[in-house]
């Protein structure tokens, strides 16, 4: 199986390989005791890597390259250092196929010996079950489907902002339109094998992803004179399926779909090796599904040269020419393709160049990061990190609860809360990037920040689709759906992400008031930075939901655009984070969306947004927030006051577009904010595609559970003075009908003519004997459920646990005024 450990193994002197390489594991693991002195025990050896500095991470690293070794490298950490190297060879080689080293940790760790070898194990202490990242232990390596190989590198970018503004490219109206001519007349240079598509679903992972030896997808070089580009993409957030040769400069791409789907193709990012310098090399895309783009209207994609990094210090850039964007002349008949095609002249021979369709931010990226908060001795103390859950491949999803520490329990109470999130669609980093604005921001000493500690208790979800970042993904997780269409979800298993992330948030809001939930977006259609929120019903808020962005656009003038933003609420987005946490009771819901372009706005037109405009942006969140919480509100009623003109204006456009004449004055609550607002667009799967095939079934016996569980509920049980006022009270319902069925039956009567009390005794005892033989009727429910009879009212004792609306819609010692139905406008009052 292994022929070159068979011929390393045969020029030792060793009489059988495996008979040593057993007696030193068995003794490693405690179980063996013999020759004690030769090795190191259990307890020596887990002494001696732990303390290793090569493999931990500590708050001492700088730099990412120490703190994640190669896996080869993390498994022979585990192993004594004195085994002989033919040993040393052997695991290596088994290492590669086989599970048993693909753990970073050790299956018996939890148990120790002495120095000496002696059978008084003892129990380590236990691991900590909620908070991560502490000196002495191992980053969480990513974990992979079994389909997908991943090639033993660590990738590592240096952040850069470039210098000059980056501008938008200005078509000239000569550019090339390339046509399609696939591989039948090129030569495939690259193609990855058994990609999992529709009609397949996940079914388990491991770090490092596909078992064996990884093959070698690009060409061989015949020479140093053979200009062919080598590719590669089989790295995290990686995604590029096959690149065909169609001329000497010139290649043709094709992006690997979703996992499990057969759709959503729009993230790039690949590696190109053996570059020229003084070539025009020609890149075309050929499966891209959207018909809009922001390559259309001047955006470049992003290239990374490790030789400029190294030598100039020099990161990411916006590079390219004769760009176009324009649809394909080959399709598969079921959907139309699209394709994006750029010239680049590259800076280096034989240089390593990257391609990005935005600034990557990976999981181990995010993974870097959060160490270095959990080893600071002073954003540990405010800030606590834990998890939320695992994602479905197994991968940590992380929750940061960030607050100041309150003097006594009435203040920690009285904090009101602020949810954030990112990366639910894996393909839009830009998010992360505005997360990580916000997070530096927020973790600073700054006066602003210590302030917004002490008022605030902030709930940050920094990555919600880890599997999806790790396998270049561009919507989906490895459900092969887009999470952010499934917050309605029963199937804690296939989805439990955003399960648990609404759930966390439903308890956040029996603790306390949440005042701000936003999910971090990227937008491909728009440029700038915008908002989307959710119209608010009560006319004690009205436009209320609109002064936090108003507010924003005004602290960002030249980055976010509050014309972009869009607040209507439509049946397609109900399983959206906004919608759903707004109908939890969240009134400033919004989804933040980022352009991958740049700015038409201010200092900044027509240039293109850098990672540093976008870590701004969270700045600008935590000013706001500021802003919007003003005990002076002076700011929040100018906002107000701003957003009825505005709105009044764009009720005048819109009849004029129609052609109609209205007088506003008399008939504001006649129009409906519905008709005024266009629907959100840009989402490349605004309907939902339902759940996959594997997972109806499931989802059909969980709704009939739920359905089950409600029959079968009982009433919640009542204390006795409860009980005995519930009998009062049905004991004078009775007598009540009982008098009742006596006037009723005497009402033939004249009026002058007396009653006999022997007859009306006579009557009630009648009626009493028929109801003890009639059925019981049930008793009235003291849950507090609002009446069908609208005059009736309830009784003295019952009025304090009736349920009252949080808004009231009219104030005490004012008329009555007309409720309108949901979505109109409402005037000011």
């Not at 080869?72 to 088994?94: D, F, G």
């Not at 210098?163 to 000569?174: A, D, I, R, S, V």
């Not at 850039?317 to 176009?324: A, F, K, Q, T």
């Not at 009653?755 to 059925?775: V, W």
Request: hydrophobic letters at 30%; one cysteine or more.
């Amino acid at each position: 199986m292994f022929p070159a450990l068979e011929t390393e193994v045969k020029q030792e002197t060793l009489p059988d390989p495996y008979e040593d390489f057993m007696y030193h594991h068995l003794q490693y693991y405690g179980y063996f005791k013999g020759h004690r002195g030769s090795l190191p025990t259990s307890a020596t050896h887990q002494h001696v890597w732990k303390n290793n500095p090569r493999y931990l991470l500590s708050g001492s690293f700088g730099e990412r390259q120490g703190m994640i070794p190669d896996p080869l490298q993390k498994e022979k950490l585990l192993w004594p250092t004195c085994i002989s190297s033919p040993v040393h060879r052997q695991i290596e080689a088994v290492s590669r196929d086989s599970l048993m080293l693909s753990s970073p940790l050790l299956k018996s760790r939890q148990l120790l010996h002495d120095e000496f070898g002696e059978v008084n194990p003892c129990l380590r202490e236990p691991r900590d079950l909620f908070t991560f990242f502490s000196s002495s232990g191992p980053l969480q390596a990513p974990r992979w489907p079994i389909e997908c190989e991943v090639i033993k590198e660590n990738l590592h970018h240096i952040e850069w902002v470039p210098p000059q503004p980056e501008y938008f490219y200005q078509p000239t109206g000569n550019e090339k339109l390339p046509e399609i001519v696939g591989e039948e007349k090129g030569t495939v240079v690259f193609q990855l094998d058994s990609v999992p598509t529709e009609g397949s679903y996940f079914t388990s992972s491991r770090v490092g992803g596909k078992r064996g030896i990884i093959k070698e997808l690009a060409v061989t070089l015949q020479g140093p004179e053979d200009k062919t580009l080598l590719f590669e993409s089989r790295f995290e957030s990686g995604n590029l399926q096959k690149a065909v040769r169609v001329d000497t400069y010139e290649y043709e791409l094709t992006l690997r779909t979703d996992l499990y789907t057969n759709k959503h193709t729009q993230w790039f990012y690949f590696r190109v090796q053996n570059t020229r310098k003084d070539a025009t090399y020609r890149f075309t895309i050929v499966n891209l599904l959207k018909p809009k783009s922001l390559y259309t209207i001047g955006m470049k994609p992003l290239m990374y040269s490790q030789l400029d990094a190294k030598t100039h210090n020099i990161g990411w850039r916006r590079e390219g020419n004769e760009i176009r964007y324009y649809k394909n002349n080959r399709d598969d008949g079921q959907q139309a393709f699209y394709c994006l095609t750029w010239t680049i002249q590259f800076p280096h021979d034989q240089d390593t160049c990257f391609f990005a369709h935005f600034y990557p931010y990976t999981y181990t990226d995010l993974q870097c990061y959060l160490l270095s908060v959990a080893n600071n001795p002073v954003q540990s103390q405010f800030c606590k990190l834990r998890t939320l859950c695992r994602s479905l491949a197994g991968n940590t999803v992380y929750l940061l609860t960030i607050t100041n520490p309150s003097r006594t329990p009435q203040e920690a109470a009285a904090k009101k809360a602020v949810v954030l999130s990112a990366r639910v669609h894996p393909g839009e980093s830009n998010g992360s990037w505005v997360m990580k604005g916000f997070l530096d921001f927020i973790l600073s000493n700054s006066p602003d920040a210590q302030l917004l500690r002490d008022i605030f208790v902030f709930k940050v979800v920094p990555m919600l689709n880890p599997d999806g970042v790790i396998v270049g993904n561009y919507r989906c997780s490895l459900a092969g759906r887009d999470l952010n269409r499934h917050y309605k979800t029963i199937l804690k298993e296939s989805f439990p992400c955003i399960w648990y992330t609404r759930n966390m948030i439903k308890r956040l809001l029996e603790e306390r008031e949440v005042l701000l939930y936003c999910d971090f977006h990227g937008h491909s259609r728009k440029n700038n930075i915008f908002l989307y929120g959710c119209n608010n019903n009560d006319r004690k808020y009205w436009l209320h939901e609109r002064v936090f962005p108003l507010m924003l656009s005004k602290n960002a003038p030249d980055k976010f655009s509050f014309h972009s933003c869009n607040f209507k609420v439509q049946k397609c987005k109900e399983g959206t984070g906004r919608v759903v946490m707004w109908r939890m009771g969240i009134l400033n819901s919004y989804t933040m969306e980022s352009t991958f372009g740049g700015s038409t706005l201010g200092n900044k037109r027509d240039t293109h947004f850098t990672t540093e405009d976008l870590k701004s942006l969270g700045y600008h969140v935590c000013d706001t927030l500021l802003d919007f919480c003003d005990p002076d509100r002076t700011k929040f009623m100018q906002c107000l006051t701003e957003l009825k003109e505005l709105l009044q204006q764009e009720i005048h456009k819109k009849f004029n577009e129609l052609g109609q004449d209205m007088d506003l004055e008399g008939s504001w609550s006649d129009i409906c904010l519905s008709d005024i607002e266009s629907s959100t667009s840009g989402s490349d799967s605004s309907l939902s595609d339902g759940l996959p095939v594997h997972l109806l079934n499931v989802a059909d016996e969980l709704n009939q559970k739920k359905k089950m569980y409600k029959k079968k509920k009982k009433k919640p049980l009542q204390t006795r003075k409860q009980r005995n006022e519930q009998y009062q009270k049905n004991n004078l319902m009775q007598e009540l009908k009982l008098t009742e069925d006596a006037l009723s039956q005497l009402h033939g009567r004249d009026k002058g003519t007396s009653l006999d009390p022997s007859k009306m005794t006579s009557i009630l005892t009648k009626n009493k004997e028929r109801m003890q033989t009639e059925k019981p009727r049930p008793t009235v429910s003291c849950s507090p459920k609002r009446s069908t009879n609208s005059s009736q009212e309830p009784a003295a004792d019952m009025k304090s646990h009736w349920s009252r609306n949080r808004y009231p819609a009219t104030k005490r010692g004012r008329a009555t005024m007309t409720v309108y139905p949901s979505l109109h406008i409402y005037t000011y009052p």
